[in-house]
């Protein structure tokens, strides 16, 4: 049977203002104060005056935050008086200790020469060239003491303030500022080259030409004064681990810069326990806050499946209708890429139907074969200056030949290739200290490992040979 608070909770996630504020009222009265404070918050930053108010009070109090927050509960309740709101204004009044104007009942015409005292609601309203506002107000003689004070203070070397993460710019509450994997887009180094080297994707690369023949041909109506159609580019990466999805995810944040699909070029990468709050009703906050700051780039979310895997109130499917909404609201200016291994992410699109038809793009990552395997191994090894001898060359043919036989999720593709320039590495590094080696650089057939000893971890046995 329904709850209460699980059809208030329901309302509020597809109502509006009034259901979200029952909600929150709601909330309030139960003492779950920190929901409450989420949802009035959500509300007083679309201007509502009556929730600025209400969350104001719950700053001042310390409800529903770590600490008593009163300059937040100032700042909230003098938006709150600007509107009008008249208990935002006597509450503003017992806090600061500087009384407002009453309204008047009096309809006597005021004298026009009369002066009277300055009130606290004379400036409070108004902000100041930085955008703060008045907090309170002090006699003459004490400012002439603070400003001589804060000019003293000015003596001193100015420290320039540290740039603020762009990522940053939201006042959403503690959500927005969840620490996240956020790559910026590197400028000076061509995305298509590094594509380029990467081993296989040959489809990926064609579809990719694809967008931006696309982008290209819209931009071009736009320059004769057509009408240019808003097509959305989400992708569904499936492929085992170690076949290069988070690779190419982070080449394509500048791939899709240069095609003005995006703004900014910036992959942030999450997974799960990024997008999943542990509160009914925060998941939805957690996920948007997300979304918000991807915008401008590309939001890779590794394991996108394990958000369908849950049962009860695990909050998976209110992250995923999130991110439905949330790229349906928003057609531009963002992409967002659902990664994992083939069998899980099918069964995600086939559990939601919403899924199929807002993600047009699926491009499958397969298994590397053994030539594309040495291919990488012998890549490990020029990116970090190694050289290999030709007698290396059948050694690490039959090592990857016998891996691919047991590829599983474990070993990892092309992590498994890393794996075996560490190992060989490791087994290079003994022999040069045990010979006292000049050469740093080559590496021989004895270096390499062995499947075996990959698996179980040991040292390559120089009696060992591979044919």
Same mark, same amino acid.
């Given at each position: 049977m329904t709850t209460e608070f699980e059809t208030l909770l329901n309302r509020a996630i597809v109502g509006d203002t009034k259901e979200r504020k029952a909600f929150a009222d709601y909330c309030r009265s139960n003492e779950r104060y920190i929901l409450a404070l989420e949802w009035y918050r959500r509300l007083a930053d679309s !201007?509502?005056? $009556?929730?600025q108010y209400q969350a104001a009070l719950l700053y001042h109090d310390g409800k529903g935050c770590p600490l008593a927050n009163t300059d937040k509960a100032i700042e909230l309740l003098t938006r709150s008086a600007q509107s009008g709101y008249q208990p935002a204004a006597s509450k503003l009044s017992e806090i600061t200790g500087v009384p407002h104007n009453e309204p008047s009942h009096d309809d006597t015409p005021p004298d026009p020469d009369q002066k009277r005292p300055l009130t606290f609601r004379d400036v409070a309203f108004k902000p100041t060239d930085d955008g703060s506002f008045c907090s309170e107000i002090v006699p003459f003689d004490s400012f002439e003491d603070r400003h001589a004070a804060a000019a003293t203070e000015s003596e001193e070397p100015d420290i320039q303030p540290q740039p603020e993460d762009p990522s940053y710019d939201y006042d959403r509450g503690h959500y927005a500022r969840t620490a996240l994997t956020i790559h910026e887009p590197d400028l000076d180094q061509d995305p298509y080259a590094k594509l380029d080297s990467m081993i296989g994707l040959a489809k990926l690369k064609s579809? @990719?030409?694809t967008i931006q023949s696309a &982008?290209? +041909?819209q931009s071009r109506r736009i320059e004769a004064g057509l009408a240019a159609s808003a097509a959305s580019h989400h992708f569904v990466f499936t492929g085992s681990p170690g076949t290069g999805k988070t690779e190419v995810a982070r080449a394509l944040g500048r791939i899709f810069l240069d095609c003005k699909l995006i703004s900014r070029g910036h992959v942030i990468e999450v997974d799960r326990s990024d997008l999943i709050a542990g509160w *009914? !009703?925060? =998941? &939805? @906050?957690? =996920? $948007?806050?997300? @979304? $918000?700051?991807? *915008? !401008?780039g590309v939001l890779f979310i590794d394991e996108a499946y394990s958000l369908a895997q849950g049962t009860g109130y695990d909050f998976g499917d209110e992250a995923l209708t999130t991110i439905l909404k949330f790229i349906e609201d928003r057609r531009t200016d963002l992409i967002v890429i659902m990664a994992g291994t083939p069998v899980e992410m099918d069964a995600l699109l086939a559990s939601n139907p919403g899924l199929s038809s807002r993600f047009r793009h699926k491009i499958v990552f397969p298994d590397f074969s053994p030539e594309e395997l040495c291919r990488i191994f012998d890549k490990f090894c020029r990116d970090n200056d190694y050289i290999l001898h030709s007698d290396t060359w059948p050694a690490i043919r039959t090592l990857f030949r016998e891996a691919h036989k047991h590829i599983t999720p474990e070993l990892g593709n092309a992590r498994f290739a890393r794996? &075996? +320039? $560490?190992a060989a590495i490791d087994n290079m590094a003994r022999r040069v200290i045990r010979n006292d080696d000049p050469d740093l650089k080559t590496l021989y057939f004895s270096d390499i490992p062995v499947f075996a000893d990959l698996k179980t971890g040991k040292a390559r046995s120089? &009696?060992?040979r591979l044919v």
């Open positions: !201007g509502d005056a $009556e929730a579809q @990719l030409q &982008a290209q +041909f *009914i !009703g925060h =998941t &939805a @906050l957690k =996920t $948007e806050a997300v @979304l $918000e700051r991807a *915008i !401008g794996n &075996a +320039f $560490e120089s &009696a060992k």
